[in-house]
């Protein structure tokens, strides 16, 4: 007799494949197989690490819908490329300067604008880092893998642009 498998299924990051027994259906051997979750400390380690690793990638590539009215980068570079641009016009004392926006974009934005756009990065900043923490929080309270693999984390940025 030859041995017919039936479909293996495809687990996710927090199952196992389990081959049950061989049985005989019909004139023929198969293997049916279940898909188990990984133990407990296995599914929150690795919600611990999509956490981090989600926290990085956002934290890199942050950008807000700034109140100025256009989409501004809001990562570390971004905000020390601001910072050095209110030091350019706070010491040539010009009226405005030449700010490229998140879609590459030129704008002449003002001194009172670039300080609004710092401030914008920096609240999205620390909006990262809670919801960071809301998310640890979240794994922390739960009793079991079910628990565990239904927390959403999915960061979001800040939208600054009020609507009216």
């Not at 199952?15 to 197989?33: A, H, L, P, S, W």
């Not at 971004?78 to 998140?102: H, M, W």
Request: proline share 1%; hydrophobic share 35%; glycine share 4%.
């Amino acid at each position: 007799y030859r041995l017919h498998r039936d479909s293996r299924p495809t687990p996710n990051a927090f199952q196992n494949v389990v081959e049950k027994k061989v049985e005989m259906v019909g004139d023929r051997y198969v293997i049916t197989y279940d898909l188990e979750y990984k133990s407990f400390d296995e599914v929150k380690t690795l919600r611990l690490q999509e956490i981090k690793r989600k926290f990085d990638s956002i934290s890199e590539h942050a950008h807000v819908m700034s109140s100025c009215g256009f989409m501004i980068d809001a990562n570390e570079k971004a905000n020390r490329d601001i910072e050095g641009l209110i030091k350019v016009a706070k010491s040539d004392g010009s009226e405005t300067e030449l700010f490229r926006d998140y879609n590459n974009e030129y704008h002449s934005v003002t001194l009172e604008q670039l300080e609004v756009m710092q401030i914008e990065v920096i609240k999205n900043g620390q909006n990262i880092y809670q919801q960071k923490w809301l998310f640890e929080h979240q794994l922390e309270i739960c009793t079991t893998v079910e628990e565990l693999v239904a927390v959403n984390i999915e960061y979001e940025n800040m939208n600054f642009l009020s609507v009216e």
